[in-house]
Nanobody, 111 residues
């Protein structure tokens, strides 16, 4: 059973930055994604990165968010810049092809 462990969340002021990390317990040869779950809403995909390292983003988030993957393919990152209060969510690392989810990391953007 593969485990995903996210870290890097926290409290940041509007306009600030955070870098989320997700470490897998073994090499992942699948597309990996970051999801978030706004309060009272369904989880939504923020970004994904293919096994080849090609990033894809939802909507205009690529203007502020950058997903990346290390060469060993067992860690992905989400660099989030110019954070806004509406980015406040629990962020999850996901391997959709295998329906594997991490436990999530809380991001709170507030002054």
């Amino acid at each position: 059973q593969v485990h995903l462990v996210e870290s890097g969340g926290g409290l940041v002021q509007p306009g600030g930055s955070l870098r989320l990390s997700c470490v897998a317990s073994e090499r992942i040869d699948h597309t990996m994604s970051w999801y978030r779950q706004p309060p009272g809403k369904q989880r939504e995909e923020v970004a994904r990165i293919t096994r080849a390292g090609t990033p894809l983003y939802t909507g205009s988030l690529q203007d502020r968010f950058t997903i990346s993957r290390d060469a060993d393919r067992d860690t992905i990152f989400l660099q989030m810049n110019n954070l806004k209060p509406e980015d406040t969510d629990v962020y999850y690392c996901v391997v959709r092809d295998r329906d594997i989810w991490g436990q999530g990391t809380q991001v709170t953007v507030s002054s």
